[in-house]
Nanobody, 124 residues
Framework: QLQLVESGGGLVQPGGSLRLSCAAS????????IGWFRQAPGKEREGVSC????????NYADSVKGRFTISRDNAKNTVYLQMNSLKPEDTAVYYC?????????????????WGKGTLVTISS
């Protein structure tokens, strides 16, 4: 059964760090580009970061560049999102999603599979 399961969310203070994980099963993980998206209350879901199937190419939303790092371990079927210098505006439900592709291009409407999300709350 195909699954994407996010974990690692929680409540942290501004300036803190979290590492999110996205564990995949049931499909050929190494053939899929993986993206992280987030949705804050009352807002549209937006792309945060994307990593190509090989891990050799990544991209980031301007709002997280220099603070977030995406990586993947194809041997473990897992993608990570290291989030540093967190801000209250990073508060959202974070989702990982997969699309069969070689390239680090993640468009919300093109993703094939989605996880159920993990909540990240940044507050003092």
């Amino acid at each position: 059964q195909l699954q994407l399961v996010e974990s690692g969310g929680g409540l942290v203070q501004p300036g803190g760090s979290l590492r999110l994980s996205c564990a995949a099963s049931g499909f050929s993980f190494s053939s899929y580009t993986i993206g992280w998206f987030r949705q804050a209350p009352g807002k549209e879901r937006e792309g945060v970061s994307c990593i190509s199937s090989s891990g050799g190419s990544t991209n980031y939303a301007d709002s997280v560049k220099g603070r977030f790092t995406i990586s993947r371990d194809n041997a473990k079927n897992t993608v990570y999102l290291q989030m540093n210098s967190l801000k209250p505006e990073d508060t959202a439900v974070y989702y990982c999603a997969a699309v069969r592709s070689l390239f680090a291009r993640c468009f919300k409407g093109d993703m094939d599979y989605w996880g159920k999300g993990t909540l990240v709350t940044i507050s003092s």
